[in-house]
């Protein structure tokens, strides 16, 4: 039975509170709707980036709430609900009955849709389930770029888990890209941005400059400007968001993504230290 196969993947977490079953709940459910995602033509028209891409293709040591994707190509037709569809009938077999609470407006380029369901943790065995009242919903939050700024490039890997399953993704440049932009143009401190960016500098990834470039074109400070940029650039203008971050903002926001091991490091962020690892940009 397919409820088999998410009982002995969550067990495989072995998680030591109720939040960290709940985070490995939601990311078993994220890496079930990308299997099923890819027996569709989705990833063909559309790639799979951000955070939750990192830690699924990549081991990212932190938790993570999104699906992000972009298409390859800007198509201002493209609807995702029909996928979704598609997916909720594909995902009762694992037990899940899901609600799509559609989130787009006419006028956004990007598609937002959440997956909310109470369904399959009621036939799952959980080491946290609550002594009383009901559980609290698992939600799955799917975002779609349908004018995506050019110059992503991608890798095609195989999703083992819960079934062969093809799925685009950004390549580690691309993804360094997406995060920097974030991280230049966000207009609040995210400190799971910050934890991605040692991420990428200790792996010593580099930057899709044609990707960034275009990206700052589109949107923030930048906005239809002629900018080309480079590590030098990157470095200088990442210095002076540094100047005045808020470190314990950054701390606070990421904590309850970590298990409990990953935590201490948090002690060593101060904007030296980030200063520092702007130095190992390649």
């Not at 399953?165 to 941005?193: E, N, P, Q, T, W």
């Not at 239809?224 to 480079?230: G, K, Q, R, V, Y």
């Amino acid at each position: 039975m397919s409820i088999n196969l998410v009982q002995s993947k969550l067990n495989s977490y072995a998680c030591q509170s109720p939040l960290e079953e709940e985070q490995a709940l939601r990311e078993i459910t994220q890496e079930i709707v990308l299997a099923a995602l890819g027996r569709s033509d989705f990833f063909g028209q559309a790639g799979f980036h951000g955070g939750t891409c990192l830690r699924i293709f990549h081991g990212l040591n932190r938790f993570s709430e999104d699906l992000d994707f972009a298409l390859k190509e800007a198509d201002p037709s493209f609807h995702l609900m029909p996928y979704l569809d598609c997916l909720c009938n594909e995902l009762s077999a694992f037990g899940y009955a899901f609600e799509i609470e559609d989130r787009t407006t006419a006028e956004q380029a990007v598609q937002k849709a959440f997956l909310k369901d109470d369904s399959v943790g009621k036939i799952l065995r959980l080491n946290y389930r609550p002594g009383s009242g009901p559980m609290r919903k698992l939600r799955v939050k799917l975002e779609v770029d349908t004018r995506p700024p050019a110059g992503a490039t991608y890798e095609m890997p195989v999703l083992d888990y819960p079934f062969p399953s093809a799925i685009r993704v950004f390549d580690l440049a691309s993804l360094f890209a997406g995060k920097m932009h974030a991280l230049l143009c966000r207009g609040y401190v995210k400190g799971r941005d910050w934890y991605d960016f040692i991420w990428y500098t200790a792996h010593r990834v580099p930057i899709n400059h044609i990707l960034l470039s275009a990206a700052l074109r589109q949107q923030g400070p930048w906005k239809d400007s002629a900018i080309e940029t480079d590590n030098a650039w990157c470095k200088k203008r990442l210095a002076e968001v540094i100047e005045t971050l808020d470190v314990k903002k950054a701390r606070d926001d990421v904590r309850r993504f970590l298990r409990p091991n990953e935590i201490p490091s948090l002690e060593l962020w101060t904007r030296d230290f980030f200063l520092l690892q702007c130095q190992k940009l390649p």
